[in-house]
């Protein structure tokens, strides 16, 4: 028999437990929710401090004792599958860990997928039991009430709006001047893809140059904002954070074919610029709300589907507890930017978030249903349907109708089904020619004793045939009739409502004490509510607590994340974070001052409050540098000048379609998910209508989390499981070489010049429409100059008996190509 760890020790290794860098938020997060729960509860009793005797001298409690290994080799190298002993066991390749039983193909993927990252662990020591102190409150900064401050008076003529002052008073302290103000059309560029995701076409161009006035700007942020494109761009931010995806994601990725809905539903709530605290209040118990349309009904409705989107294991465990952790993870870190699910098998170890608290958030969740779709098993016809998915629209769908009507239809097509059965015995009694007979018998005069038997059977056929005939009528009738309600996923209340037992160290059927429904005991509010009704989960409670106008960190988080899009980087840099692991802001004051401005005195108007950012001259800076600021303040934090920032995947897409003349900013009917129905990725679906052209704009591409499509997955499109607010911005030859060589890029760079060798005959005129629809500016003498011998040289170098058209397309097409792939294009001064 192989033994499972036994072999697993090593000595040495010294480099691998030196200190490593802080995990990220999402590291930990992945590390507290699939690694430590496993080895908690497979492991630990014969590998940890705690353990009787430690086997095999391997200890797995701690980042030392994991990385040490032992005998045989290193249990887990950082970076490197296979030299991890760790990995070889649980595959039950060379050695076998749990002795008795391999564990589900998805924990291995999770482990494999942990050591590719770096094997991240925050466990700096041996890790206790289940009892353990959280983190004292009284030092956090982001539970601290939210101050009132007011803007600080300065003698310089610097500052425009309040912002400006906060902004100059804390860079005077420090002796640094800011760089001067963007051009006008670096600030056109910045603020048309900062509020639209788009950039400026030549002719809202000339429009904004055309306009000399002191309210240009202004005039032009109100245009922006008032686009349908607004909450497009705005809309797949929040996307990011609610961990969008339209499939379950995992080793069983099951489509999620409406989740399109929630997604609309998020770009009209933004175009229409619905209070944040109502945005926030309809995700989290938007069903249980008052209405007072059957139309606001069925929007609240899909706003649920904040809840029931996440990636889901179907591969078995404890999936009702799975969800609920996932529900109170996008919560605290989408809202409150807390890691609370940390505290599912143990008290936070950084944060003052006891076990308590978590299961307390769980009970709410567990008593509430979630309707996400049909699962392994396909829902085929609408009952069964029904059952997993949120039928839209109040009133107008009657289940107790539907269900009578359904009773009826089952019970005609039985006799339906008997009456057809009885007519195909009396027809195999029937001659073949029995038409043909029946002709000739009713011209006959006289008829024989046999004939007149025929015709009685020919009777009895045709009255039996007519009979199915007319039941087949009446169930074709009632199903065209059957109600057809439109069908979301989301939440609602489950049948049974109540409070559920801590499950000690996350396992599931481990009860330790109840947890009564509640909050964070962290977070001090006067006159929070209280969930004292038995009759609903407690979401409409739990809503209204996040939403309190006192909170301490629902309105600091969503001002910082408005700041961090706007800027690049947030007051808070760790826009997911403000916990201890979390940095502290750069302007304290500033973003209480914002927080309260919002909450307060904007009526948590999100349009409102952008629009007061990007009026600020601090927003408006040019992104020069500056030697003598650059020496004092490297990272820009004093905000001397604006940060370069490399455009998103989606905006990049977008950008290179729009300069081709490809895009249709219109809105598309549901999604290609919809189109493809109910399945499963890699298990008889057909998922060829993914390879079709898309002309519509990135944020409604199909977010499959198998199948991420490759110009949203190559330029850092966060993953779809994960609540991420801040995208990575990574530069890998992947990147070069898809604007390159993709299809894509070469098929859009030859629709932009076939547009530009539309516009006219001048070539001059051609160049300047170039730069125009790819950078928003002129090209100078020397661009110019560089594009006119390029095509010169093109020119020369064209073969005798090439098609002059062709040739002059194919030279336009490579200096499209050129401009998708400058700096200039994939970045925003």
Known sequence: MRYALFALLSVGFAATIQADEMPSDQQIRFFETKIRPVLVKHCYSCHSAESEEIKGELQLDTRAGIRLGGESGHAVVPGDVQASLLINALRFEDFEMPPKNKLDDDVINDFVRWVKMG???????????????????????????????????????????????????????????????????????????????????????????????????????????????????????????????????????????????????????????????????????????????????????????????????????????????????????????????????????????????????????????????????????????????????????????FAEQQKEIGELSKQLAQARKQADNLAKRLPDDWKAKRVALKEMEEVSAEDRKLLGQIKAFEEKNREAKQLEAQVAELRQNLPQPELAIGVRDAKTIRDWPIQLRGEKGKNGDVAPRGFLSCVALPDPPTITATEQSGRVELAQWITHPEHPLTSRVIVNRVWHHLFGSGLVRTVDNFGVNGEPPSHPELLDYLARRLSHELDWSLKSLIREIVLSRTYQLASDYSEEAYATDAENRLLWRMNRRRLEAEPLRDAVMLAAGTLDTSRPAGSLVLKIGEGEVGRGINTKILDEPFPYRSVYLPIIRGIVPEPLRLFDLPEPSNVQGQRDATNVPAQSLYLLNSPFILEQADAAAARILASGDERDDRLKLLYQICLGRQPSDEERAAGAEFLDQMARDKPADADNAAHAQRAWSMLCQGMFARAEFRFLD
């Not at 995701?197 to 002719?203: A, C, D, I, Y």
């Open 119 to 401: 094997a991240p662990d925050p466990r700096d020591g041996p890790m206790a039991e289940v009892e353990s102190t959280p983190a004292e409150t009284t030092e956090l900064w982001s539970l601290q009430p939210i101050a009132a401050p007011a803007p600080p008076q300065t003698n310089s003529d610097w500052p425009r709006t309040d912002i400006d002052r906060f902004i100059e008073a804390q860079r005077a302290a420090e002796g640094i001047a800011p760089v001067a103000d963007a051009d006008r059309l670096t600030l056109l560029r910045r603020l048309s893809f900062d509020l639209t995701g788009l950039p400026p076409t030549p002719e809202q161009i000339d429009q904004f140059l055309a306009d000399s006035s002191a309210e240009a700007v202004a005039s032009l942020i109100d245009r922006l904002l008032a686009s349908s494109a607004f909450g497009e761009r705005w809309g797949r931010h929040w996307l990011d954070v609610a961990r969008y995806g339209e499939s379950a994601g995992n080793s069983r990725d099951v489509l999620m074919p409406y989740a399109w809905r929630y997604r609309d539903y998020v770009i009209d709530a933004l175009n229409a610029d619905m209070p944040f605290d109502q945005f926030v209040r309809e995700q989290i118990a938007g069903d249980l709300l008052p209405a007072d349309s059957k139309e606001t009904s069925r929007r609240q409705q899909i706003a649920t589907g904040f809840l029931a989107i996440g990636s889901k294991s179907l591969n078995g465990g404890n999936l009702e507890l799975d969800i609920a952790d996932d529900q109170i993870d996008v919560i605290g870190k989408s809202m409150l930017a807390l890691t609370v699910s940390c505290a599912r098998c143990h008290d936070h170890k950084f944060d003052p978030v006891p076990t308590a608290d978590y299961y307390a958030l769980a009970s709410i969740f567990r008593s509430t249903d979630t309707l996400y779709g049909g699962s392994t098993n396909r829902p085929n016809n609408l009952p069964d349907k029904l059952k997993v998915y949120l039928p839209l629209g109040g009133d107008d769908f009657d289940k107790k109708q």
